[in-house]
């Protein structure tokens, strides 16, 4: 079956560092995503891992493992306006190559001053 | 900067009615995409065009459901008739590929209440 797992909730503080967890079990795999939502608004796109390691990108970083099946997004010097919901979505991998996302139900990241 | 546009932003209806939604992509992108997300969870794909072809439909309530993107330009959504579980974020995305690096881009999205 298809199963992705995040923490549904996690609250850190301004200036903080923050590590968000997502771990997949997926009929095939065909690269690992993070959006960001903010309440009310589309998801935006943050990241993007197909290969083992870390890639970074300013304050957010994207770790990947095949062999685990995790992921996590790492947020630095958090601010105010991070507080959002933090998708993981995983591209099915397909004779077809649909490219279908599957998602978590996203966690939602509370920052405090 | 491109963005995918999508009519109305709110809606309300009643159980049993028609209601439509529509999706305009990023201009060049083959391959759209409308998801539904109820509220606290993740979205979930309901049916994906590679130009004006259905891919996948297989998430998509067919009795009640139907969408099409004749032109393989924009794309309606339409639901009859309307129940009341069917409130949720209906949201479309764009892609320029289905491989590689390409991510979706999303539109706003249409919060449809029915009541």
Known sequence: GQN??????????????????????????NGLFWYQQHAGEAPTFLSYNVLDGLEEKGRFSSFLSRSKGYSYLLLKELQMKDSASYLCAVREGDSSNTGKLIFGQGTTLQVKP | EAEVAQSPRYKITEKSQAVAFWCDPISGHATLYWYRQILGQGPELLVQFQDESVVDDSQLPKDRFSAERLKGVDSTLKIQPAELGDSAMYLCASSLSTKGTYEQYFGPGTRLTVT
């Open chain 1, 4 to 29: 992705i797992d995040q923490p549904t909730e996690m609250t850190a503080t301004e200036g903080a560092i923050v590590q968000i967890n997502c771990t997949y079990q997926t009929s095939g795999f």
